[in-house]
């Protein structure tokens, strides 16, 4: 018991670190916020489908990197809890790990236009948000986290999940 506790809570930080440090990749290119966001952190929210503890993994990491990425507070909370939603909807999904992006997708499209619009008064409308938040969403959680997922299938003989 003990022992599932300290690999939860050690996956969930791994989890945190890594969205941390990608978001910092895609910061550092400009991309990490703003009306057009391709955060390759992203990639790691079909992570609930194989393990429990990316939930709040996930969720913590996102709250870190709006923190530290200079985020005003209502992106804090508004992308953190756009990312716990995402990963509690992937993490019912496990049993289909494919459909793992649907729910990230879904809750930042919803979420993150409305805090660029009013929290951020930037230029464009909702609709326009939708669409490049949405854009930026297919990239890193449709294409990219479909790749993740392919792989961790691939050699899910060799990972050690806390399932």
């Known amino acids: 018991m003990k022992r599932n506790r300290i690999q939860f809570i050690s996956q969930g930080a791994v989890i945190a670190a890594l969205y941390v440090a990608l978001t910092h990749i895609s910061n550092f290119a400009g991309l990490a916020s703003g009306a057009i966001q391709i955060r390759l952190s992203e990639v790691l929210t079909v992570l609930p489908a194989f393990t429990p503890a990316a939930v709040p ?18 992106d804090i909370l508004g992308g953190t809890a756009a990312t716990l939603i995402g990963a509690a909807g992937t993490f019912a999904l496990k049993k289909y790990p494919y459909a793992a992006p649907i729910p990230p997708i879904i809750a930042n499209v919803v979420i993150v236009p409305f805090v660029l619009a009013y929290a951020y008064k930037l230029d464009g409308g909702i609709p326009y948000f939708m669409l490049t938040v949405g854009i930026g969403e297919i990239i890193c959680c449709g294409i990219l986290g479909t790749m993740l997922t392919l792989a961790l299938k691939k050699n899910a003989d060799t990972i050690k999940w806390n399932n």
């Open 57 to 74: 993994g996930l969720a913590i990491g996102c709250l870190l990197s709006n923190i530290t990425t200079g985020c005003i507070p209502w």
